[in-house]
């Protein structure tokens, strides 16, 4: 079993920055992936930016150039750094850990918005 525990979501003003946290605790394995995904009012879950153990990176196109995913592999945590913020990137973001073969881990979520 895996945990994750989320942090640093907030109120910001358009422009803005933030940084999220995430701490993955349990039985973690070598091989996996870890990211982001975020959910507005109404819309679908969408995934946000992804790390792999391997260091391979995945962001979607509305973030690419404003958000930067990172991972402190020591302390199995991943950070998703969020620059240029807009009110469209609004949302509630969760955590994820995704390893081959299983179900995702999923985090609380964390309220992201973005309004002056």
């Known amino acids: 079993q895996v945990q994750l525990v989320e942090s640093g979501g907030g109120l910001v003003q358009p422009g803005g920055s933030l940084r999220l946290s995430c701490a993955a605790s349990g039985s973690i394995l070598s091989l996996n992936v870890m990211g982001w995904y975020r959910q507005a009012p109404g819309k679908a879950r969408e995934l946000v930016a992804s790390?792999?153990?391997?260091?391979?990176?995945n962001y979607a196109d509305f973030v690419k150039g404003r958000f930067t995913i990172s991972r402190d592999s020591t302390e199995n945590t991943v950070y998703l750094t969020m620059n240029s913020l807009k009110p469209e990137d609004t949302a509630v973001y969760y955590c994820?850990?995704?390893?081959?073969?299983?179900?995702?881990?999923w985090g609380q979520g964390t309220q992201v918005t973005v309004s002056s």
């Open positions: 994820f850990y995704a390893t081959a073969g299983n179900r995702n881990t």
């Open positions: 790390l792999s153990s391997g260091s391979r990176t």
